[in-house]
């Protein structure tokens, strides 16, 4: 809910970063539909947004805040927003905000 909140405010850039696959209980995220089971959150979350109306540039990272690749795209970000359920992955969100000094 939240990427699709960010969208539709006409947020022009949007970096998504999740290291799971889609599962029957994801099916209240919006977007997802039975057709996704099995697909990479991120992907399945990029198509829909990039169906909305003036869609942002949207760069899925099928991985970890920790993988290099999640480390590189969210340097680059303004702000950080962590829609996790796991105090880990709070943590992880919480310590590069601070060494990125982004808001979290």
């Known amino acids: 809910m939240m990427a699709e909140s960010l969208a539709r405010t006409g947020l022009r850039k949007l970096v998504l970063v ?3 696959c889609v599962e029957e209980g994801n099916f209240e995220m919006s977007g997802v539909t039975a057709g ?3 697909e990479h959150k991120v ?3 990029t198509d829909y947004l990039h169906a909305l109306p003036a869609a942002p540039q949207v760069t899925p990272v ?4 920790l993988d290099w ?6 340097k680059a970000c303004d702000v950080l927003f962590c829609c996790v359920d796991n105090p880990n992955a709070r943590s992880s969100a919480a310590l590069l905000a601070s060494l990125y000094l982004k808001p979290l």
């Open 18 to 20: 999740d290291p799971d």
């Open 43 to 45: 992907v399945a979350l």
């Open 69 to 74: 690749s999640a480390l590189s795209a969210l």
């Open 36 to 38: 996704n089971l099995g």
């Open 62 to 65: 099928h991985g970890s805040v």
